[in-house]
């Protein structure tokens, strides 16, 4: 018998304003820049993505994914004794976001006439772009394992519409808004019950300026471009070998192999990826969750969205297990393996 952290509930949320590619198409021609569906589609496999109107923060995206997240858990803020978001456009330079999806979450507890919220507990962001939450899962999980929590709120949330130049269109069409959550808990049993089995995380800074928001906060101004750069081909070619090894290096870690997974959940930034993957992995694209189309890429929000989804649609049933992997900018990435 050890203890295992195990998906209790999961919740996600997605700012009203859809954009499909033809609105993208149009609003892309103000800026002089010429794109079109089917490249869009053909290269990408995204049709629609969502944008965060002007004065909704990653906050307030995380803050609705976890009221979700909780309720499917059937439990309240209150019993939440770890908070951490994964997010790379935070609300502020600091404090964190995960301070304040903590302070809406208390607002909100409050405000529905329970005695308290999760004031009190341990909140903390962590940032690994498109990777974030893969390592805020394992870092919850190593926690839960641990016995400092019992209880954990691990979200991703971004507003990645804020960072994108739209002057460029090799990136500008592949990122949408939104925001994921799972809450973990901590549960007792042979190996053999519901939990994260294993997760494998990675970073090599060696590749930092493939995929960057090179600008920063100094001196009462913007020093440097604060808006997404990447070089798409070369995160392209690392990114399929690296999710090949992490997951088959979690299927290790839990003795387990290919065919012991029952869905593939990646990270949602191309579909051309994600078949790459899912083939290197002997899995065909029906036991992939694919929800790229419709939100585009939503960096560490696009794993807890897609799983959410897929536990909601009643693809994801309880028993079965899951791998989890992305891989995003520094050059981060990772693997979870976990059954329902
Ligand atoms: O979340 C973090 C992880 N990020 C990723 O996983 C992204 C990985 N990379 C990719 O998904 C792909 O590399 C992209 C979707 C970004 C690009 O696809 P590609 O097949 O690698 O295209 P490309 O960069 O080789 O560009 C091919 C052509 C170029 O034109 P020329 O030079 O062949 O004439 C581009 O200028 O497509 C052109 N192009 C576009 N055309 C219309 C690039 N973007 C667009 C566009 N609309 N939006």
């Not at 079109?36 to 053909?42: L, M, N, Q």
Request: glycine letters at 10%; hydrophobic letters at 45%.
């Amino acid at each position: 018998m050890r203890t295992y952290s195990r998906i209790a509930g999961t919740g996600s949320f997605l700012p009203p304003r859809r954009l499909t590619n033809a609105d993208l198409v149009a609003l892309l021609a103000q800026h002089g820049v010429e794109t079109t569906d089917e490249w869009i589609v053909e290269r990408t496999g995204i049709r629609a993505r969502h944008y965060a109107d002007d004065g909704m923060n990653a906050s307030d995206l995380a803050l609705q994914a976890s009221l979700a997240a909780l309720q499917a858990a059937d439990c309240t803020a209150a019993d939440v004794d770890l908070i951490i978001v994964a997010t790379s456009t935070p609300d502020m330079v600091f404090p964190s976001t995960a301070t304040i999806l903590q302070r809406k979450l208390t607002e909100a507890a409050l405000a529905a006439g329970q005695a308290r919220g999760p004031a009190g507990c341990p909140a903390f962001d962590v940032q690994a772009v498109c990777s974030g939450f893969i390592y805020a899962l394992t870092v919850a999980d190593a926690m839960i394992q641990t016995g400092a929590v019992r209880r954990a709120l691990v979200v991703g949330a971004e507003v990645f519409s804020r960072i994108l130049d739209f002057n460029d269109r090799t990136t500008c069409v592949l990122f949408g808004d939104g925001a994921g959550a799972v809450v973990l808990e901590a549960t007792q049993h042979d190996g053999s019950g519901p939990g994260i089995l294993a997760s494998d995380i990675h970073a090599d800074g060696r590749h930092t300026d493939i995929l960057c928001v090179p600008g920063t906060v100094s001196g009462g101004g913007v020093l440097g471009d604060p808006l997404l750069k990447m070089d798409g081909q070369a995160v392209f070619k690392l990114a399929v070998g690296l999710l090949e090894s992490a997951a088959k290096a979690a299927l290790a870690k839990a003795g387990k192999t290919e065919a012991d997974i029952d869905w593939l959940v990646p990270h949602q930034a191309n579909i051309r990826i994600m078949q790459s993957t899912a083939r290197k992995l002997k899995m065909g694209m029906d036991k992939v969750v694919v929800t790229v189309h419709e939100h585009g890429n939503t960096s560490a929000a696009s794993i807890p969205l897609a799983l959410d989804h897929a536990v909601r649609a009643g693809q994801l049933q309880p028993g079965q297990t899951a791998m989890l992997e992305g891989v995003g900018g520094g050059f981060t990435w990772g693997a979870v393996l976990v059954r329902l």
